[in-house]
Nanobody, 125 residues
């Protein structure tokens, strides 16, 4: 069983930055495709970014491309989401997700096997 622990959310002004972290326990992060999703109140959970097991491949939603960067440090067993130039519409609960059964990136939340508890990000205007 894999448990994902997220940290780094908070309140920030528009234009500011935050870095989210996700640490899987129970399995080395280097064996997992990792993704970040977000869910705003009243909306469906949506894909933001994903990284391959090695970190050599990444994928981003168009809404965050150029502003968010996903990275991983498999020695520290941690995945990061660096969020820059934040906008009020980025306000949501952010979830870390892990995919164990395939090496391929996916934008579909159904493809992910494990989820973190979520961390709240609020961007004020």
């Amino acid at each position: 069983q894999v448990q994902l622990v997220e940290s780094g959310g908070g309140l920030v002004q528009a234009g500011g930055s935050l870095r989210l972290s996700c640490t899987p326990s129970g399995r080395a992060s280097g064996t997992l495709v990792m993704g970040w999703f977000r869910q705003a109140p009243g909306k469906e959970r949506e894909f933001e970014a994903a990284t391959s097991r090695s970190g050599s491949s990444t994928d981003y939603a168009d809404s965050v491309k150029g502003r968010f960067t996903i990275s991983r440090d498999n020695v520290k067993n941690t995945v990061y989401l660096q969020m820059n130039s934040l906008k009020p519409e980025d306000t949501a609960d952010y979830y870390c997700a892990a995919r164990s059964g395939s090496p391929y990136l996916s934008r579909n939340p159904i493809a992910y096997d494990y989820w973190g508890q979520g961390t709240q990000v609020t961007v004020s205007s």
